[in-house]
């Protein structure tokens, strides 16, 4: 009987030893082949199976990196108008084709560069791309107002008709960049442009791509339209200034399409200024006032208080303006000259009561102190999502006229 079961057990045990050893085996196997942890594992049962394939990589244009962009490009320059302060430098691939422009580049006023549009000055057009290409154009338009780069990029885009794609970059006050998608031909094109500011110039450089070629010329586009400068722009006030001395308090500049009104000297240690910037087409009692600052300059003496002269501001507001102030949006200096000590720059959504239809505005105040006068400046005018072009003009010759202050 002994011998029997001996037959029996025997023979198992060595099974169950036979597969834990090979368990252990096929453990250490598996352990082995982990290691790498990119390595993939074999298919054992022989379904699927093999190595990962790698998805195929969308295919990149000629110019897609740094390297590439330096070795393909070429800088292309021209002075439109024979204008040095309009003379512009562009990187565009070296195989690009320029091409004939509607605008002669050459010549004086009467050819049109003090149109309010004078048209493109330059235009580049790729090689094929299967059954479409890409163009590069510059163009130079006429400002008639002060704007800062950032503003009139922004009114320029949604007066064309376009899709503005995000918000546009303001790269400082004269240079900004902006991208939107437009149609024509019947095919949707994304375009990337540049506005950079030369006197009462705007000058842009855009690369419009057709939409499907957006992801593969991105890099080129972003970058050419970037390296788009002027070489010596004019730093000068788009319009016209006119300059007026509020007797011994400050010296300043204007521009001359905004009229000056209600000067009261009747007390020299309390001088006031009215600027008003008067629709077009409206005048006398009819005028309509698009834009209003006020100036008033007090007189530092012995029983003079700042905190006093602030809330007889705020009285003025509240009793002769009918300003209800809602919120404070920004506080911070403004660029006034530097003989100011204290100088603080503060704009504020307020509602005027005396409106037939109250209506939310704003309003930016400058206060200013030095060791003689305290100068009071702000700007009423209504806000951007309103009426964009009005309240970039008055914003813009707003703080010209605070950073001229001497």
């Not at 250490?28 to 982990?34: C, E, K, P």
């Not at 070296?94 to 149109?115: F, H, I, L």
């Amino acid at each position: 009987m002994k011998s029997v079961l001996r037959r029996l057990i025997v023979p198992a045990l060595a099974a169950v030893f036979i597969a834990g050893a090979a368990g252990l085996a096929l453990a250490s196997h598996l352990s082995a082949l982990q290691a790498p942890a990119s390595q993939a594992l074999p298919a054992f049962w022989g379904f699927g199976g093999g190595e990962k394939k790698q998805e195929a990589q969308a295919p990149q244009y000629d110019i897609h990196d740094d390297a590439t962009f330096t070795k393909k490009t070429k800088a292309y320059s021209m002075m439109p108008y024979n204008k040095a302060d309009l003379e512009f430098e562009m990187y565009l691939p070296a195989d690009w084709t320029p091409e004939d422009v509607v605008a002669a580049v050459g010549g004086n006023d009467a050819q049109g560069v003090n149109a309010k549009i004078t048209g493109p000055v330059a235009q580049f057009r790729s090689p094929m791309i299967g059954t479409q290409w890409a163009t590069a154009t510059v163009e130079v338009l006429k400002i008639d107002y002060e704007m800062s780069a950032r503003n009139w990029l922004k009114n320029y885009l949604l007066s064309s008709g376009t899709l503005p794609q995000g918000d546009v970059t303001e790269i400082n006050n004269r240079s900004a960049t902006g991208a939107y998608i437009t149609s024509s031909e019947g095919s949707s094109k994304f375009c990337y442009i540049a506005a950079r500011i030369s006197g009462s110039f705007a000058v842009t450089a855009r690369m419009e791509v057709p939409l499907n070629l957006k992801s593969y010329l991105g890099y080129l586009q972003k970058k050419s339209v970037d390296s788009f400068k002027l070489l010596y722009p004019k730093d000068d006030p788009v319009e016209e200034q006119k300059t007026y001395t509020l007797v011994d308090a400050i010296k300043f500049n204007y521009p001359a399409s905004w009229s000056v009104s209600n000067p009261d000297f009747r007390d020299m240690n309390r001088l006031i200024l009215e600027l008003r910037n008067i629709k077009p087409g409206t005048e006398g009692k009819y005028a309509i006032t698009q834009g209003y600052i006020r100036l008033l300059a007090v007189r530092r003496q012995r029983g003079t208080d700042l905190q006093q002269e602030i809330d007889a501001m705020r009285k003025y507001f509240t009793d002769t303006m009918s300003i209800e102030f809602k919120k404070m949006l920004s506080t911070g200096k403004s660029d006034a000259y530097a003989r100011f000590l204290f100088n603080r720059y503060e704009v504020y959504d307020v509602i005027s009561k005396a409106a037939k239809i109250p209506t939310t505005q704003e309003i930016h105040l400058v206060v200013l102190g030095d060791k003689e006068w305290y100068i009071f400046a702000f700007l009423f005018t209504p806000k951007e999502n309103m009426e964009l072009p009005t309240w970039a003009r008055n914003v813009q010759s707003f703080q010209e006229v605070v950073k001229s202050f001497k």
